[in-house]
């Protein structure tokens, strides 16, 4: 028996998967080169129609048969294809080269098809380069017809506990194999940021993406491990190798398991500290797994979603509407609604003022900045907030303040739609915390004076890490660079939760590095006492706190900062973990 490394690509969810290889034959279908006479342009335009119009009741169906329990962005996924069918660029561009060249359909669609993927794919942004592959997908949809070919439908297998193996999958796809029980799938396209893993981690299924030629590799019906963990397939493993797999899974999922014993535990550590774990939430449907931990708060509620997808910005009702809904869902526990953050990573299709193109989203017009320039987009928003804190205790929280002028700009602009309430007779919290996220250097540098300006700080170490080691957190070229262990970052934050606590000002951190089980005991040493995560991470997170001595964790972490220049901070961390667990 041998063992191949069949595939290296990105883990999407941290976890194993063992299970039979199913190819899932979705590759882009291509089209001949066909011409036609001048007496056929107008059948081959009514084809052409058809053809949309039957790929439209296709979505349609899939959409129809979502189940309710899934998250609503998925459906949106769906609406963002059956949007793109009535695209006048897919939807009509085709009619044209029919008619001005005599060609087919098929070759039509595919040569507007291959434009639209060049124009994508010449992009900047490594996001919106990523929607290529929407085009693709719409285009296979209305190709299908057109060819009349006969993919069997995902449902007409037994998928059950199968690795599904495939070049891209579509939303749709990814859906439907979710309720058959699918173990895990590898897809060869798609990076950290495509819809197939947006959906994989939205749905919980292990996934690697952009596993370039896994499909030619690997053959339908063998064994296959997913190890999503390091991003790599293990195609024929060997007893052994079978063996040990199948026991980190059985581990992982008993650690799992045992981790549900600590939901109703209190989240102190050894040395009886209090140390505070909030949820971060996105969709109104994180609220079921925000409450299955029972978590303290929400320490970040990102508000970019309600803007996606739409042309017009959501009114003051709507949003109010979805923050209540929201709020009574959290059954009173508090909630971080941080303002629109929209600009660079947070770039939508569609949406509604989007920041025009700049050279470097972001370091152009983006969250706060734009949220400042234009009114009608964040005067609704704020009156919402305001009028949603008469439900529930609610915070205000402004992404990427970048100095105390633009803060002071924000809090006059609270205290007039305050006076605006208040003459309307509509209900607020006249005492509604304002906090700041730290993520941009210059903020770290000065959270003494932001720590005064506000009522609570959160450091958003996603941004804080871009900005300080000058790497876009999106661009996998220069991935390799983010580290979270640098010593200026480490310094950072450290400088944040000192001014935090020298103003007697609360300071949580709400990005990736404060769910992450390494980081946890650092962060504790260095005083933090507030962590914001995705609600998968905190009872992992709860298990650390309640084994750690904060007295002994100190000590260390001033050892660890005085050493941090000289010598190697993983193996710094290591020692700090192992001598502290
Ligand atoms: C951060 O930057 O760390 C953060 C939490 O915000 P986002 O990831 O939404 O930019
Ligand atoms: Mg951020």
Request: hydrophobic content about 40%.
């Amino acid at each position: 028996m041998t063992l191949a490394c069949a595939g290296i690509g990105i883990g999407v969810i941290r976890s194993i998967a063992i299970g039979e290889a199913w190819h899932l034959r979705r590759g882009r279908i291509e089209a001949r080169r066909r011409f036609i006479s001048a007496a056929e342009v107008e059948d081959e335009t009514a084809r052409f129609r058809q053809a949309v119009e039957a790929a439209r009741q296709d979505l349609k169906a899939v959409r129809d048969h979502i189940p309710k329990s899934t998250p609503t962005d998925i459906s949106a996924f769906i609406d963002t294809h059956l949007l793109m069918l009535e695209d006048a660029a897919l939807a009509e561009g085709p009619l044209e080269t029919i008619r001005e060249q005599h060609c087919s359909a098929e070759w039509a669609l595919q040569l507007r098809c291959n434009a639209l993927v060049q124009v994508f794919d010449e992009m900047e942004d490594p996001y919106l380069r990523t929607r290529k592959d929407d085009v693709t997908h719409v285009a296979n949809q209305i190709q299908k017809h057109l060819q009349a070919r006969q993919d069997k439908p995902v449902g007409a297998e037994d998928l059950n506990g199968k690795i599904i193996l495939a070049q891209d999958l579509t939303p749709a796809d990814t859906i439907l194999m979710r309720n058959q029980g699918i173990a895990a799938f590898v897809t060869e396209f798609g990076g950290p940021m495509s819809h197939t893993a947006i959906l994989a981690r939205s749905l919980g299924i292990p996934a690697i993406v952009g596993a370039h030629h896994a499909t030619q590799y690997l053959q339908q019906g063998e064994l296959l491990i997913v190890d999503a963990r390091r991003g790599v397939v293990l195609a024929d493993p060997d007893e052994r190798m079978l063996e040990h797999f199948r026991k980190q899974l059985a581990a992982e999922q008993a650690h799992t398991a045992s981790l549900q014993a600590l939901v109703d535990r209190p989240s102190v550590t050894a040395d009886g500290t209090a140390i505070t774990l909030m949820a971060n939430i996105e969709l109104p449907e994180d609220i079921k797994a925000t409450a299955g931990v029972d978590a303290a708060g929400v320490g970040l509620y990102r508000t970019e979603f309600l803007y996606m997808n739409r042309d017009s910005p959501p009114n003051e009702e709507e949003h109010l509407e979805t923050y209540r809904r929201v709020i009574e869902g959290l059954n009173g526990i508090p909630i971080t609604i941080r303002t629109l953050d929209l600009g660079a990573d947070k770039e939508v299709e569609r949406c509604c003022h989007a920041p025009p193109p700049a050279s470097n989203p972001a370091l152009g017009l983006r969250a706060i900045r734009l949220c400042l320039k234009e009114p009608e987009l964040f005067r609704p928003q704020l009156r919402a907030i305001l009028r949603a804190s008469a439900f529930g205790p609610v915070r205000i929280m402004i992404p990427m303040l970048s100095n105390i002028q633009e803060l002071r700009t924000v809090k006059s602009l609270i205290e007039e739609v305050k006076g605006e309430l208040k003459r309307e007779g509509l209900a607020f919290d006249s005492a509604i915390p304002v906090g700041g996220m730290i993520e941009v250097p210059a903020a770290a540098l000065a959270a003494d004076s932001f720590a005064r300006h506000l009522d609570f700080l959160s450091i958003g170490t996603n941004d804080l890490i871009q900005y300080t080691l000058a790497i876009d957190r999106i661009d996998d070229e220069v991935n390799y660079l983010y580290d979270p262990l640098h010593p200026s970052i480490l310094r950072l934050i450290q400088q944040v939760i000192q001014a935090g606590r020298a103003a007697g000002k609360p300071v949580s951190m709400c990005g990736e590095m404060a769910g992450n089980p390494l980081y946890i005991p650092l962060l504790l040493g260095m005083g933090l006492r507030e962590f914001s995560m995705r609600p998968g991470s905190l009872l992992e997170a709860k298990r650390i706190v309640r084994s750690s001595d904060v007295g002994r964790l100190t000590e260390c972490v001033k050892d660890l900062m005085a050493r941090i220049d000289e010598e190697d901070p993983v193996q710094l961390l290591s020692q700090l973990n192992s001598a502290t667990h």
